[in-house]
């Protein structure tokens, strides 16, 4: 039976988490001993890569060479937010941390969002560069997406 323990020194704070065995009984085994354990490898016995392991990556798969750069938060996420006007009747979305080239930003973003616009009567939505403070704005809830495709795309 596992208990924890119920005093708890000021000199050892986390000893709360240890648990004692208490009246518990194992069956004695003689076969089972220390020379069963595999021996760890040696590093001659790994086997070296070779370039045929890598022939079924895909060069999609590494990220792309592009002229602008979007860096993460302090938190490691992509800066990539939401704001909600008039009482949440107006959504947009906002990328910040933008570097480089941001009008090249803008482009594959409003690429992005008329690739996958399938709304007939209205048009897709455009990508705005505010120039003060270089922030790329669009009307609409498009945060998931932007993170997919800037992730995606390497950052």
């Known amino acids: 039976m596992l208990r924890l ?3 708890v020194p000021a000199s050892r704070p986390f000893a709360r988490y240890q648990t004692t065995l208490a009246s518990t009984s194992f069956p004695s085994s003689s076969s089972a001993s220390s020379s069963s354990a595999a021996p760890p490898l040696a ?3 790994i086997p070296a890569a070779s370039p045929e392991a890598y022939a079924d990556v895909d060069a999609t798969d590494a990220p792309v060479e592009t002229r602008y750069h979007v860096a993460r938060t302090a938190g ?3 800066p990539v937010y939401s704001d909600v006007r008039n009482g949440g009747n107006h959504w947009r979305t906002i990328v ?4 480089g080239d941001a009008k090249a930003l803008q482009a ?3 690429a992005f969002l008329s690739d996958g616009h399938l709304d007939p009567i209205r048009p897709a939505p455009r990508v705005t560069l505010r120039p003060t403070n270089r922030h ?3 009307r609409g809830r498009f945060v998931d997406e932007f993170k997919a495709y800037l ?4 950052f």
């Open 5 to 7: 323990r119920s005093f």
């Open 108 to 110: 594959d973003l409003n």
């Open 151 to 154: 992730s995606a795309r390497g």
């Open 76 to 78: 490691g996420s992509l």
């Open 43 to 45: 590093p001659s016995s």
């Open 96 to 99: 910040r941390k933008v570097t």
């Open 136 to 138: 790329l704005e669009v």
